[in-house]
């Protein structure tokens, strides 16, 4: 399966700052996956990074609030624009190796704390 | 659209004992179902991915299997030591052939020791 190094691991920023999270895997992927988990919660999908195409984005979610850049096959960056404490969270990217059916590889986490 | 939900919410159980979790789906349209494990603050780590022709699946002292049409699974910790608390979820693909996942609301095992 895939390896992902995913960076920061935690942060504590502002409010009102920007934060942007990178995932590198190890292998080409032709779809990324970033998802959200608030304090208590499971995942939420924010969005699928799809290389040289915008991102699709889960409804709650939108492009100016969470940018996601793509350049590659194996690279992607999510960033959290204008923090609010309510964007604390976990946030994790995911890729799925050989298609769905060979189940899918999760990051780290990036722990972010808006204060 | 796909709901799981995982029973109990959270479990203590003493060293050494064996325990199960479940985890049901409401949509027996999936192709496989994973379980992950998940440190507190940490990332999911994959623990065992389940084929939708196959019905169960070991690792160690993990089992897990798979019941489609009655839209089921269950993860089976033999032994249980005190590094296997974490958080348990289980997830499937959203929709058929869509890679997107769905996930359950996790079980919080404790293992005392």
């Known amino acids: 399966s895939a390896v992902i190094s995913q960076k920061p691991s935690r942060d504590i920023c502002q409010r009102g700052t920007s934060l942007t999270i990178q995932c590198q895997v190890d292998?080409?992927?032709?779809?990324m996956f970033w998802y959200r988990q608030q304090p208590g919660q499971s995942l939420t999908l924010i969005a699928t990074?799809?290389?040289?195409?915008?991102?699709?984005?889960e409804s709650g979610f939108v492009i100016d609030k969470f940018p996601i850049s793509r350049p590659n096959l194996t690279f992607s960056t999510l960033t959290v624009s204008n923090m609010s404490p309510e964007d604390s969270s976990i946030y994790l990217c995911?890729?799925?190796?050989?298609?769905?059916?060979?189940?899918?590889?999760f990051g780290s986490g990036t722990r972010l704390t808006v204060v | 659209k796909q709901e799981v939900t995982q029973i109990p919410a959270a479990l203590s159980v003493p060293e050494g004992e064996n325990l199960v979790l479940n985890c049901s789906f409401t949509?027996?349209?999936?192709?496989?179902l994973q379980w992950f494990r998940q440190d507190p603050g940490k990332g999911l780590t994959s623990l065992l991915l389940?084929?939708?022709?196959?019905r169960e699946q070991t690792s160690g002292r993990l089992n897990a299997s798979l019941d489609k049409s009655s839209g089921r699974s269950t993860l089976y910790i033999a032994a249980s030591q005190p590094g296997d608390s974490a958080t348990y979820l289980c997830?499937?693909?959203?929709?058929?052939?869509?890679?997107?996942?769905?996930f359950g609301t996790g079980t919080r095992l404790t293992i005392i020791p």
């Open positions: 995911s890729v799925a190796t050989a298609g769905s059916g060979y189940g899918y590889t």
């Open positions: 292998s080409q992927v032709t779809m």
């Open positions: 990074a799809n290389q040289g195409s915008e991102a699709t984005y």
């Open positions: 949509d027996s349209a999936i192709y496989n």
């Open positions: 389940i084929q939708s022709s196959q």
């Open positions: 997830a499937v693909p959203t929709n058929f052939g869509n890679e997107k996942l769905t």
